[in-house]
């Protein structure tokens, strides 16, 4: 079956490029969602990997430790560059390069996140993605179900 074998940041890349992905991930990450949680969550789904609060957890911790410590502070550095490297081109270059960082970390958290869930049995999915969004999903699920019907059509 194609969708097992595919891996986590093959299928991250590939659904984060569908129609209205990026905006629901944005806008939920916007309200403390985890952007790399949310695509493992679906992936997860697509796989019927059974959903467990314990497997939850797992996730939320490996995600919990490398988000605030790794992504989020190059995705700010980047962030606080964006007015100034309008004047600027080497400034430029340098953002450009911190946001190529920012997207190798955010792989290096999918591939942790994937080498994690390996071995978790395959039966009914559950609802993994309401899980993993948590608050964010609750208050946005517009934005969830924008994510489930593009990974209809993936």
Not at 108 to 133: F, I, K, M, Y
């Amino acid at each position: 079956e194609p969708s097992m074998s595919i891996d986590l940041w093959d299928f991250a890349q590939t659904l984060y490029g569908c129609s209205g992905v990026e905006k629901a991930c944005l806008r939920l990450q916007a309200n403390g969602a985890d952007v790399c949680l949310l695509l493992t969550a679906l992936w997860l789904e697509q796989r019927n990997v059974a959903c467990t609060e314990r497997s939850c957890e797992a996730l939320r911790a490996l995600a919990g430790r490398w988000q605030p410590a790794v992504i989020t502070p190059l995705r700010q550095l980047r962030l606080d560059w964006r007015a100034a490297a309008q004047l600027d081109q080497q400034l430029t270059l340098l953002r450009e390069q911190v946001r190529a960082l920012e997207l190798q970390a955010e792989r290096t958290l999918l591939l942790r996140l994937q080498q994690c869930s390996l071995e978790w049995p395959e039966e009914v999915a559950g609802d993994w993605l309401s899980n993993l969004a948590g608050r964010a999903g609750r208050e946005h699920r517009d934005a969830l179900d924008s994510l489930r019907i593009a990974v209809a059509g993936y």
